[in-house]
């Protein structure tokens, strides 16, 4: 397996070696999601994993930090300004998460061909974790809190590489 330069930063090697260990036994794409967040839940790190730079996050908006990247998987986390959100979108791979400060709202969409249809709602708080994996991920997240939010994502991609964790964004109108 080839590694990318980057690497675990202080804090991290019990969360990559787990995470690592169950990518490594080839389960499919939710079960390997849902393995990853399980861990997550006994080992989901706080937001001093971040630089008080790092959680300052960028004036209106969110920003993900990549703390961890190798060829099988990848660890980032995303700090979210209060009210900012992302596009509608999908990944590349599955994806286990976890709620360290904020609330992010997540709406869940089915692609309808034409157009989308909400099929979910769901408040995630600090401590909340979960997981999901293509296809039927396609969600829009914002922080409604008024506080910045920060979460742990885990993806099964090597962030290095290919930079972002969105396969697809969509732009169909919502009924």
């Known amino acids: 397996m080839e590694m990318t330069t980057i690497t675990a930063r202080p804090g991290l090697s019990g969360l990559v070696t787990g995470i690592g260990r169950i990518a490594a036994r ?13 861990l997550l839940r006994d080992d989901l790190p706080g937001a001093d994993i971040l630089t008080p730079e790092e ?22 986390a995303v ?38 249809v909400e099929i979910g709602r769901a408040d995630n708080r600090p ?7 293509p296809p039927g991920d396609i969600h829009r997240v914002r922080n409604t809190s008024g506080e910045v939010g920060v979460s742990l994502h885990v993806y099964g991609a090597d962030l290095a590489k290919l930079g972002s964790s969105i396969r697809r964004t969509y732009d169909l109108p919502i009924r």
């Open 26 to 38: 080839g389960l499919g794409l939710r079960a390997t999601a849902h393995e990853v967040a399980a």
């Open 55 to 76: 959680r300052a996050g960028v004036p209106g908006g969110y920003v993900s930090h990549v703390l961890h990247a190798q060829a099988d998987f990848s660890i980032s």
């Open 79 to 116: 700090v979210w300004q209060p009210g900012s959100e992302t596009v509608v979108h999908d990944h590349v791979s599955w994806c286990a998460f976890g709620v360290i400060s904020g609330i992010e709202h997540e709406t869940l969409y089915r692609d309808m061909g034409d157009h989308l």
């Open 127 to 133: 401590g909340d974790v979960s997981g999901f994996a």
